[in-house]
Each structure stands twice: as C-alpha cells, then as structure tokens.
C-alpha cells in the first residue's frame, strides 16, 4: 500500500485454509531496536482491546446496544454511560 490509510489490516477471516510455518534456524544478523522482530498490528491490537474493554463496562449499565464510537473520548464515554442509564430506567417497571 502507499499510505497508513488505504492499508487493509487483516482479519481473521484473511488466514488461509492451510497455513505452513518454518521457523528461522539462525537469530537476525543485525542489530534492532530493543531487538524488535516486527511492527504494524500489535499496538493497533492494544488499543482496540481498550476501546473493547470499555464498551464492555458501559453495556453493564444497561441493556441497550453501546453506541461508542472510536476514539473513545470522555465525552462520548458519557454520553454512551448517559444513553446506557436511560436505557436502563425505561427497562424497570
């Protein structure tokens, strides 16, 4: 790709049926960051694994389906937590 922004980041529908690994037998000739062996996805991962963590604490509040667009702003957390306890208020007898 030519850009971050036209990169399709894969999913797991993107792995093959038959996936064959060989592992290197040597360790990298040359020297890396903190001996770094890759980047791309994995802190894209951890993000989304807090923006997840957080929808999951805001759908405790209520029944409705959490609206929480990314990026999780404090301002959209409260008006997700806001719709939430609405939502949870019309739910009661």
Known sequence: ?????TYKIPAAG??????????WPRPNAEDTIYRS????????????SVWEAIRDAIGQVGSAPVALDA??????VFFS???Q????HAARP
């Not at 093959?16 to 060989?22: A, D, F, G, I, M």
């Not at 062996?37 to 989304?48: F, R």
């Not at 306890?85 to 949870?88: L, R």
Request: glycine share 2%; proline share 15%; aromatic share 4%.
């Open 81 to 83: 937590l806001q719709h």
């Open 14 to 23: 993107d792995t093959p049926k038959s996936l064959n690994v060989w592992f």
């Open 85 to 88: 306890a609405k939502s949870q």
């Open 71 to 76: 990026p999780a702003t404090p301002e959209r």
């Open 37 to 48: 062996k890759a980047v791309g996805e994995p802190p894209l991962m951890l993000a989304i």
């Open 1 to 5: 790709t030519h850009a971050p922004s």
